[in-house]
T-cell receptor, first 115, second 113 residues
Framework: GAVVSQHPSWVICKSGTSVKIECRSLDFQATTMFWYRQFPKQSLMLMATSNEGSKATYEQGVEKDKFLINHASLTLSTLTVTSAHPEDSSFYIC???????????FGEGSRLTVL | DAKTTQPTSMDCAEGRAANLPCNHSTISGNEYVYWYRQIHSQGPQYIIHGLKNNETNEMASLIITEDRKSSTLILPHATLRDTAVYYCIVRVAGSGGYQKVTFGTGTKLQVIP
């Protein structure tokens, strides 16, 4: 199947710093990508929908100034956690819609730990 | 997207068929049923999807009731590697437009040796 790749797979940072996570569709162009976060033993929670060439649409309760999303090309969306705090520690997962059939493929996830 | 309800957890003996139910009573006519699974600390993996007919692929079978209000994912011969959380979601297929995809709590399937 189609491949969606995230980088980095895991990252540890100090409180107050910003962290960028990349999501790439490796063999297809994706006009729409989604960002999720997942806390231990919980389901995936949709954070925002990233649309190429336009502003992301955030879910209720998700701070858009805290979680900056940029979908600058048809193969890359980035999530930047600004001024990270320990409560932002989580597993962040992206997904992309495959054109045509509309299949949804997921990245491997990125584990963020904020000290 | 319509909401789905699944049992929180299930056990299955290795080699036996695992039958995972999902209720989606408010599904719309143009919404497909998709199944994904998530192995610990990995991204969700696509398994199968269908609209109203039963579907089968190399991983699983999907049985959708005639009224489309529920479905069952069948893993014909469960192995230890099938231990995962299985998510049933409903969504409109096709790439046109904005399609928010939300997840329910899923079913944690434990395959027992």
């Amino acid at each position: 199947g189609a491949v969606v790749s995230q980088h980095p797979s895991w990252v540890i940072c100090k409180s107050g710093t910003s962290v960028k996570i990349e999501c790439r569709s490796l063999d297809f162009q994706a006009t729409t990508m989604f960002w999720y976060r997942q806390f231990p033993k919980q389901s995936l929670m949709l954070m925002a929908t990233s649309n190429e060439g336009s502003k992301a649409t955030y879910e209720q309760g998700v701070e858009k100034d805290k979680f900056l999303i940029n979908h600058a090309s048809l193969t890359l969306s980035t999530l930047t956690v600004t001024s990270a705090h320990p409560e932002d520690s989580s597993f962040y997962i992206c997904s992309a819609i495959f054109p045509g059939a509309g299949e949804l493929f997921f990245g491997e996830g990125s584990r963020l730990t904020v000290l | 997207d319509a909401k789905t309800t699944q049992p929180t957890s299930m056990d299955c003996a290795e080699g036996r068929a695992a039958n995972l139910p999902c209720n989606h009573s408010t599904i719309s006519g143009n919404e497909y049923v998709y199944w994904y699974r998530q192995i610990h600390s990995q991204g969700p993996q696509y398994i199968i999807h269908g609209l109203k007919n039963n579907e089968t692929n190399e991983m699983a079978s999907l049985i959708i009731t005639e009224d489309r209000k529920s479905s069952t994912l069948i893993l014909p011969h469960a192995t230890l590697r099938d231990t995962a959380v299985y998510y049933c979601i409903v969504r409109v297929a096709g790439s046109g437009g904005y399609q928010k995809v939300t997840f329910g709590t899923g079913t944690k399937l434990q395959v027992i040796p």
